[in-house]
């Protein structure tokens, strides 16, 4: 009912999926905890339910949701983004080629370098957020092309429809759209085969629980990428499954005002002597402001900053925080601030960090969505005292 076009993205969050139960009339979707179905007759599966790896009730009613809003019609959900990262990059054999851009999340860098090239895979990482240049970069042997926009931690952007339109036929396009959110843009809307997501951060947006997805419109993708996940075993619980739901129902209040409480910070931090650059594609001093603004429906509540002071000044600024958290993630309701250079990309080799602008003096928030007057006057305090030792 609720997974069609003619609702807004809050209905579809709210309701695709979650009619209330047949039999109780539970207006929340409940959380089913068996790890088996009985079976009326060998193989007389009710609902196609069989065993919780292969299908869960409350797993495939969040995996509707997950579908309605990013646009698709099919998704799968995963007990990680690493996990649906995995699922995406299994659809590739040995010898094939997938190209990503050099400040992926260090994650997936990890799992490519360390992982997948020892098993085969030709993995390049390209110094590059210009459609055009990865374009140019594919060759025969390429399957996949893997992108984050914005990108993460200078929230560079790439041209998703540039992409999709300029690729050879054979070869995939897959976003993971765990920044921007579909609140923001929708990656298959623009041509892309494949949407991932990192749950764990915008979608269930408290913190509390790790998940990832993948969308599409392909009933064969789809058909390969569940495959791989029964075959693996990397499926959320339904408790999980229940807490990215739940999430997903207030994306649409939340992101506005991750937005508004970033481009107040990042204005402030714009301003300040103890501030050498901001990148926040929300404002006009972002390389990709333009882009941003044709692609996406707003930006999402991340800021990153290059302190004056370098080190020292970058470690008296986080130190000095006293609401904003030293921690990993992002996309969660309280504010977080982190040092990428060795938390976020430590996996990527100095060298290479320098070159595409990870620098020692770089500090990423995530804004979150408490009262902006409380966030802004933190920044501030802990700006003066990275600007005073
Ligand atoms: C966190 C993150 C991932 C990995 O997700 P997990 O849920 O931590 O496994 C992938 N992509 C992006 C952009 C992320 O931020």
């Not at 299908?55 to 309605?68: D, F, I, K, V």
């Not at 990108?151 to 952007?157: D, G, S």
């Not at 050498?276 to 603004?293: D, I, K, T």
Request: with cysteine; glycine share 8%; net charge negative.
């Amino acid at each position: 009912m609720a997974d069609t076009p003619r609702h807004g993205l809050a209905t579809r969050a709210i309701h695709a999926g979650q009619e209330p139960d047949p039999r109780t009339g539970a207006v929340v979707v409940p959380i089913v905890t068996s790890s088996t179905f009985k079976q009326d007759g060998v193989g007389g599966f009710r609902d196609g339910f069989e065993y919780a790896r292969t299908g869960n009730p409350t797993r495939r009613s969040l995996e509707q949701t997950l579908a309605a809003i990013e646009n698709g019609t099919h998704a799968r959900a995963f007990a990680s983004g690493s996990a649906a990262t995995d699922a995406v990059v299994s659809l590739l054999s040995p010898g094939d080629e997938v190209l990503t851009t050099i400040d992926v999340y260090g994650g997936t860098y990890r799992y490519l370098e360390q992982v997948k090239a020892r098993w085969g895979l030709v993995c390049r990482f390209l110094a590059t957020s210009d459609a055009e240049e990865i374009l140019a970069a594919i060759t025969d042997r390429t399957r996949l092309i893997w992108i984050e926009t914005p990108t993460n931690p200078l929230l560079n952007v790439i041209d998703i429809a540039a992409l999709a339109a300029g690729r050879p036929e054979g070869v995939l396009l897959a976003v993971d759209n765990t920044f921007a959110t579909p609140a923001l843009q929708n990656p298959l809307d623009l041509g892309a085969d494949i949407v991932a997501h990192s749950a764990t951060k915008y979608l269930g947006g408290h913190s509390d629980v790790l998940g990832g997805a993948v969308i599409t419109r392909d009933a064969e993708l789809d058909e390969r990428i569940g495959f791989h996940q029964n075959a693996v075993g990397a499926v959320p619980s339904p408790f999980d499954c229940f807490l990215v739901q739940r999430g997903i129902k207030t994306l649409s209040v939340r992101m506005p005002r991750h937005e508004d409480n970033a481009r107040r910070i990042a204005s402030l931090l714009e301003e300040h002597p103890a501030v050498e650059r901001v990148f926040f594609p929300g404002l006009p001093s972002h390389p990709h402001h333009e882009l941003a603004r044709r692609q996406m429906r707003g930006v999402p509540g991340m800021v990153s900053f290059r302190l004056a002071g370098g080190r020292a000044a970058a470690d008296r600024f986080l130190d000095g925080l006293e609401l904003f958290a030293l921690a990993e993630s992002l996309g969660g309701v309280e504010s977080l601030a982190c040092y990428p250079y060795t938390m976020t990309h430590g996996a990527i080799p100095d060298a290479q960090k320098q070159a595409i602008g990870i620098t020692e003096n770089l500090v990423r928030l995530s804004v979150g969505i408490e009262d902006a007057a409380d966030l802004l006057a933190d920044v501030e305090q802990a700006l003066a005292r990275a600007a005073a030792p």
